[in-house]
């Protein structure tokens, strides 16, 4: 496989680069670019993007030392960011989600925050309304699911939560998991109608009926460890059917290992049958896993982007920088464009972390060590 394949650019041109410190997420709302930063004492950077050749940075969050808020979303004048416990130190911060009044980007104000015990909400996504958040709570082991309703933005109201089968240690349960094992833990929810999709770190994928949100009801279950060794990073519906089946696309994370393996890649499931969620196809780079062996942690894959349109898909493939998957055969999805970022400094390669798009098309690429790129693409219009 040609070097070029693992480096450079195809189909893919540079507008601009953020040097903005490492990012665990990016999301745009109107012109409005929002940077979630890895670690403190950096939160959250706003920035105008009207002119993408030269955005503007805006406004920055700091957060204290012990605390991360690497993951943000933002829209109807809300922006919403975790607060995760990261290393020791200002206990008194306390894990939870900020909300923000962001009408003015310039001007974030506090509205309030969603306290928590634990260490604190991990990743989430929200509609404007309804935030889907993985939360935590004493009592419980791990993160789960949980929706707050936001129509009254200061004072949030928890109208959902839900548990995998021994999570609720106050309750009695227990995990049935061999030992060793690790904790179940939500890592994210993401809602198609009144279906909620969970990834569940190693230990797969649930599908729920949320139709009635005082109670929420298992649909499938899936679990591809320890068969495969990486954990179920994200769990994202297809909205339109691809050739009259729907589909579901399922990101592995290349961390946590449960044993030295290959990158990890994405799994492309038929969800036409709900109830039996049904391999149809994986991605992977080309050229990136020759033989099956064992290669360091971020290599593979990350995260696809949560916005996209039709069946051109951008990721976020860690080392490997920004792959564009084509799924139209969602039975053969294959690569159609990438760019693979030059390192960070005092980096040996990048590491690619989120991607994400805005209504002109343009793409969003953040590296979790530094940086940011702004890249556009004739494959995304």
Known sequence: MPESVLSGSRNVSLLSHLDLPGGGQVWVDGTTLYVAHMRPPHGTTVVDIADPRNPRVLHHIPIPAG???HKVRAANGLMLVNHEKFGPGNEEFGAG???YDVRDPA????????????????RFTFDGTLAYVSATEAGYVGNFPA?????????????????????????????????????????HPMRLGDRL???????????????????????????????????????????????GRRILIVADEDV???????????????ITDETNPTVIST??????????????????????????????LPCAWFAMGLRIVDFSDPFAPREVGHHVPAPAPGADRASSNDVTIDD??????????????????????
């Open 67 to 69: 605390w991360h808020s």
């Open 97 to 99: 989600m900020m909300i």
């Open 107 to 122: 001007n974030p104000r506090e509205l309030t925050k969603v306290a928590m015990s634990g260490k604190g909400v991990h």
């Open 147 to 187: 929706v707050l309703d936001l129509s009254d933005p200061a004072r949030p109201r928890e109208i959902m939560r839900w548990w995998a089968p021994g999570q609720h240690a106050a309750g009695g349960e227990r995990d049935d998991m061999p030992e060793g094992w690790p904790t179940p833990r939500c890592h």
């Open 197 to 243: 999709y969970l990834s569940y770190w190693h230990h797969g994928m649930w599908t729920l009926d949320i139709s009635d949100m005082a109670n929420p009801r298992p649909v499938a279950h899936v679990n591809t460890s320890a068969a495969f060794p990486h954990p179920t990073h994200t769990c994202m519906p297809v909205p339109e059917p691809v050739k």
């Open 256 to 270: 946590a290992k449960l044993y030295p393996a290959a990158p990890s890649f994405l799994w492309f499931y038929d």
């Open 283 to 312: 991605f992977q780079v080309p050229g990136l896993d020759l033989d099956g062996s064992p290669q360091p942690a971020m290599t593979g894959c990350h995260q696809p982007s949560e916005a996209f349109r039709g069946t051109v």
């Open 360 to 381: 002109r098309g343009l793409i969003y690429l953040v590296d979790r060590v530094a940086g940011v790129q702004i890249l556009e693409s004739p494959l995304i219009r």
